[in-house]
């Protein structure tokens, strides 16, 4: 007789996680821990002397390149979305700290970039146009308008919610 339970079966039941014997599934490098010290040490620095207040932006931008690094050796969609986002993030700040002053709809045009670049790497995966292609080009156009002409920027949110909603009728429309 076979002592093993069948899913089926009631009875206690044991769940652990753990690596395993397969060593290579393990990560390289602990690359929050690596993070962690790093942005730490700046925060730290940013206190300690005030003439580096944007240092903050800085290390924020080298964590959203890390992860886009770590996406290219492993193709994780984590690393990919956090170094989208923490790339978009950073950059105005980080671009300002430089010395070249940035107005108001860069922060809502680089995440708009952002998205579009993972709507990119979708798609080119074979994986379709999905949501993210939306909202980037909503941002894109938003944080566009307000860079080209802030007056517009009013009345730009208002135009693309009637488009959207008119596109999302004539196409249940069509359906029927």
């Known amino acids: 007789m076979n002592?093993?339970?069948?899913?089926?079966?009631?009875?206690?039941?044991?769940?652990?996680?753990?690596?395993g014997p397969d060593e290579e599934r393990r990560p390289g490098l602990p690359w929050i821990g690596i993070?962690?010290?790093?942005?730490?040490?700046?925060?730290?620095?940013e206190r300690a002397l005030p003439d580096y207040r944007r240092l903050g932006d800085v290390a924020v931008l080298a964590a959203g390149v890390a992860s886009l690094v770590a996406w290219l050796?492993?193709?994780s969609s984590i690393a990919l979305y956090a170094g989208a986002f923490l790339t978009a993030l950073a950059l105005p700040g980080?671009?300002?700290s430089l010395g070249h002053p940035l107005g108001p709809?860069?922060?809502?045009?680089?995440?708009?970039?952002?998205?579009l670049f993972?709507?990119?790497?979708?798609?080119?995966?074979?994986?379709?146009?999905?949501?993210?292609?939306?909202?980037?080009?909503?941002?894109?156009?938003?944080?566009?308008?307000?860079?080209?002409?802030?007056?517009?920027?009013?009345?730009?949110?208002?135009?693309?919610?009637?488009?959207?909603?008119?596109?999302?009728?004539?196409?249940g429309a069509r359906t029927r």
């Open 118 to 171: 993972i709507a990119a790497i979708r798609a080119a995966q074979s994986g379709g146009v999905g949501w993210q292609a939306l909202y980037g080009s909503i941002l894109v156009l938003v944080g566009g308008s307000v860079i080209v002409k802030p007056d517009l920027a009013g009345i730009a949110w208002p135009i693309i919610l009637v488009a959207i909603g008119l596109l999302l009728l004539l196409r």
């Open 35 to 45: 993070f962690l010290v790093m942005f730490g040490g700046l925060l730290l620095l």
């Open 94 to 96: 980080t671009i300002q």
């Open 105 to 115: 709809g860069w922060g809502t045009l680089l995440f708009g970039l952002a998205f």
């Open 3 to 19: 002592d093993r339970r069948m899913p089926a079966e009631p009875g206690p039941r044991a769940w652990a996680w753990r690596w």
């Open 73 to 75: 050796l492993r193709r």
